[in-house]
């Protein structure tokens, strides 16, 4: 009878040894689905181009649909002062993938030409630059770009990929590596370099006719030139029309493509199917990674011009076609959302919302506006200091870690997000260099009540146009500007003859003193302050004056990607997937 009961006992303590180990099996295998890891959690980093804070319904817009957006904010953290580095594409993106103001990776410009301006060019984001993405790869993330680069693809040869994304911490990339242009839907009115293209066809016009003029004076015997001159006056016009019109006439071929890895799958790529074929990815690369941690940053073509549309959306709106695109957003947006969802994912995947600017106030076609509205901060796009360049959405998503329906009015930076994520994903920051970025997590999760941030520094390129003071013992924020551009009309908010504004020349008007504004008290900037008005004036100049000595000082001399050199279009570095240059191709007609 012992024997019987000892053997029995025996048997029930086997069996439950292997249901722990099948439980401990289990858990092993499919810490994914078991296991809620908050320390370590996927990311779905979403950016939007151009998009103006006033744009979206969380943000004050009641005519503009964005549900989905909206909805992310409830559930989450909204920033109301998320600052970009920049006010055009290019420095932002810059910024936010490393962290560091673009004026430390030499991706801010000295000249006119604010952005890259070709995928043949050899400027970029440096490979020495470490992103959020190559930190990320490191700790055993799968990482993926979809959609917009903007940063570059190579430096000395057609094949290098030196600026490519697959060169800065991502294992795949399917997007642009380029931006949206109007010159990729055929467009009369271009939007590459305009006014310069105008004077090239203006000089090579006047060539024509003054060929012309000599051969009929020549030939009516009225002019005793000699036909070598009339040759080579004809040979200099025809070399100065192929100089420019062999890159600004073929923009929709040379820009215009879309890239898988290394590979060009569509040269010129085809808008009607962009915004699904970008869904796709995103979707398919979620359902991919479920099981392992992974950093998806989608990189939005909506909303920059020429704001392609499905047939889906277009006339929805109460805004034309830009509002259109906007609810396009929102739904694409959605989308993203619902495979999180539909993966329980969405306790473990920290989500993050913003664009890389204000909207394009000077984007018109005829009375039709094209651009975004950024509520009520003056200015927009291309203006380094004005706040409707540079104050955009920012919404941040962590359900069970991060309080639901906060809001937080405190000055923090797309550039906030590196050291945030990576601390998340267990990395390190690099010590090796200056980061101007402030981890996130203790304003997020209510740890601490004020932004890290003390001063942050607004330049248009290489050119400081404004300062902006957080005075924590206070909680005031001051900002100063040094450098405003000319309104073009004068009333107008913007620069509508230029197209966009200048950072420097007879674009700008300098201000000495500066102009002062509580942004605390007058966030539209429109009372700036006086030594008669604020008693605090002359101290908060000094202490800003000093504070730009000091930020001065940490900088250092880097390679200038944007210069004039980098950033003219080179024939030999120009991605081509067939023979240069017979570049024309599509993924979905091959065999």
Request: hydrophobic residues 35%; proline residues 6%.
């Amino acid at each position: 009878m012992y024997l019987f009961h000892k053997t029995e006992n025996n048997e029930v303590y086997r069996e439950k040894q292997w249901r722990c180990l099948k439980i401990w099996l289990i858990l092993c295998l499919f810490p994914r689905t078991c296991v809620s890891n908050p320390s370590k959690p996927n990311f779905l980093l979403i950016l939007a181009d151009d998009l103006g804070i006033g744009d979206v319904g969380c943000y004050g817009n009641d005519t503009i649909r964005t549900p989905n957006i909206d909805g992310l904010a409830k559930d989450g953290v909204r920033l109301t002062q998320h600052i970009a580095a920049a006010a055009v594409c290019t420095p932002s993106r810059a910024a936010f993938l490393t962290g560091r103001y673009p004026i430390r990776s030499g991706m801010a410009s000295s000249t006119e030409r604010q952005v890259l301006f070709w995928n043949g060019g050899s400027g970029g984001l440096p490979p020495n630059e470490t992103t959020f993405a190559r930190i990320l790869h490191q700790q055993g993330y799968s990482t993926a770009l979809v959609g917009k680069w903007h940063m570059g693809v190579n430096c000395k040869t057609r094949h290098d990929h030196c600026h490519h994304p697959l060169n800065h911490g991502f294992d795949y990339f399917y997007g642009m590596p380029f931006t949206l242009l109007n010159e990729c839907q055929g467009s009369d009115d271009p939007e590459l370099a305009k006014s310069l293209q105008d004077t090239y066809w203006f000089y090579t016009q006047m060539i024509i006719l003054a060929v012309f003029t000599l051969v009929i004076g020549k030939l009516a015997n009225l002019f005793p030139v000699k036909w070598k001159i009339i040759i080579c006056l004809a040979l200099c016009g025809l070399l100065h029309f192929i100089s420019w019109f062999s890159s600004y006439g073929f923009t929709k071929h040379w820009n215009c493509i879309l890239m898988r890895n290394h590979d060009i799958t569509e040269q010129p790529m085809n808008l009607q199917k962009t915004t699904s074929n970008m869904l796709k990815e995103a979707i398919t690369f979620i359902e991919r990674n479920k099981h392992r941690p992974f950093l998806l940053f989608v990189s939005l073509l909506h909303v920059h011009t020429p704001l392609i549309t499905t047939e889906k959306f277009q006339g929805r709106s109460r805004h034309g076609l830009y509002g259109d695109n906007v609810e396009e957003m929102d739904w694409m947006v959605g989308r993203l959302l619902d495979v999180i969802d539909k993966e329980n994912l969405k306790n473990t995947t920290f989500i993050y919302f913003a664009s890389d600017h204000g909207g394009f106030l000077e984007a018109r076609r005829g009375n039709s506006q094209l651009g975004g509205w950024n509520g009520i901060y003056k200015g927009g796009k291309g203006m380094g200091g004005w706040e409707g360049g540079i104050r955009v959405p920012g919404i941040v998503r962590w359900p069970g870690v991060l309080p639901a329906g906060t809001v937080i009015d405190e000055p923090t930076s797309l550039m906030d997000i590196y050291p945030t994520v990576v601390q998340l994903a267990g990395g390190t920051v690099p010590q090796d260099r200056a980061t101007d970025g402030h981890t996130l997590l203790p304003l997020l999760q209510g740890t601490e009540q004020h932004s890290r941030h003390e001063f942050l520094f607004h330049c248009c390129g290489l050119f400081l146009h404004a300062v902006r003071w957080h005075q924590k013992h206070s909680g005031t924020v001051w900002k100063a500007h040094y450098a405003t551009p000319v309104f073009q009309p004068e009333a107008s908010g913007a620069c509508f003859r230029r197209g966009i504004c200048p950072c420097f020349g007879d674009g700008v008007i300098h201000h000495d003193p500066p102009l002062l504004f509580n942004l605390s008290q007058d966030p539209s900037e429109a009372n700036p302050l006086s030594a008669d008005t604020e008693p605090l004036f002359d101290t908060v100049v000094r202490r800003m004056r000093r504070a730009v000595e000091e930020h001065c000082m940490t900088l250092t001399p880097v390679p200038q990607q944007l210069s004039p050199y980098n950033n003219i279009w080179k024939p030999w570095l120009q991605p081509c997937c067939g023979t240069f240059p017979f570049c024309w191709c599509n993924e979905n007609n091959k065999t």
